[in-house]
C-alpha cells in the first residue's frame, strides 16, 4: 500500500513539473514577442521625436503670442465700452461674442508663452492715457491711445459706429498677423489658432461693414 502510494506521488510530481515547464516555455515565446512588437512599434526615442516636434516653436510664434496678447486685450476693452455705451443691440451682441471669444485665448497664448520660459506681456488695458503697443511687437490694427479715449468718451449711435470703424481696423490687423504666422511659425497650436481667428474675424468683418452699410 506504501510503495502504491510513492507511485502515485512520483507520477503526480513529474505530470506538473512537465506541465509548468510547457506553461514558462509558452509564457516565454509569448511575451519575447510582445516585447519586441512594442520596441519596434513605440521606441522611448520615437515617442521623445514625436513629443519635441509637437512643441517645436520659433520667433515667429513668440512675436505672434505676445503681440496678440496685447491686440486681442485691447480688443476685449473695446467690447466692454459697448455694454454701456452702445445704442445698438446688434453692436452690444457682437462685442460680447468678441470678448467671450478673445478671452479664452488670451490665457491659451500666456500660456504658450510661459511655457516657453518667455515673458508675457503686463496687461495695460483699462489704464488712462496707455499705449499697449509700446515696447511690443508692432501689431497691425492696434488703436492708439487717442484713438481709445475717443471711443471712451462717445456714446449711442456715435460709438456704434466708431466703435464698427476701429473693430474692423483692429480685426483686419488681426487677420494679418495671423497669416504671417501661418507663414512663418513652426508651433502646431498657433497656427490652429491663427486659422481659427482668420475664420471668425474675417466673418465679423463682413457683417461690421454691413451693419455700417459699407456692403
Known amino acids: 500500500m506504501t510503495a502504491h502510494r510513492k507511485l502515485i506521488r512520483r507520477t503526480a510530481l513529474a505530470a506538473t513539473t512537465g506541465v509548468a515547464a510547457l506553461v514558462l516555455a509558452a509564457c516565454g515565446s509569448d511575451g519575447g514577442h510582445d516585447m519586441g512588437s512594442m520596441d519596434s512599434d513605440s521606441s522611448p526615442s520615437a515617442s521623445a521625436s514625436a513629443s519635441a516636434e509637437a512643441g517645436a516653436h520659433n520667433d515667429a510664434d513668440v512675436s505672434f503670442a505676445t503681440g496678440m496678447i496685447q491686440h486681442h486685450r485691447q480688443a476685449v476693452e473695446m467690447a466692454e465700452m459697448a455694454a454701456d455705451r452702445a445704442s445698438s443691440q446688434e453692436v452690444k451682441d457682437l462685442a460680447t461674442k468678441i470678448k467671450g471669444a478673445q478671452d479664452p485665448e ?50 449711442g449711435t456715435e460709438f456704434d459706429t466708431m466703435f464698427l470703424d476701429m473693430m474692423v481696423q483692429h480685426h483686419e490687423g ?12 513652426k508651433y502646431g497650436p498657433a497656427t490652429k489658432l491663427a486659422d481659427d481667428v482668420i475664420t471668425a474675424q474675417t466673418a465679423e468683418i463682413k457683417q461690421m461693414n454691413k451693419m455700417l452699410g459699407k456692403s
Request: no cysteine; charged share 25%; proline share 5%.
Open 106 to 155: 488670451i490665457k491659451t497664448m500666456s500660456g504658450w508663452l510661459t511655457s516657453w520660459g518667455e515673458e508675457v506681456p503686463a496687461d495695460m488695458s483699462g489704464m488712462e492715457g496707455h499705449d499697449m503697443s509700446s515696447g511690443m511687437p508692432s501689431m497691425p490694427g492696434m488703436m492708439s491711445s487717442g484713438d481709445m479715449d475717443k471711443l471712451g468718451k462717445a456714446s
Open 174 to 185: 488681426a487677420v494679418d498677423s495671423a497669416k504671417t504666422v501661418k507663414a512663418d511659425g
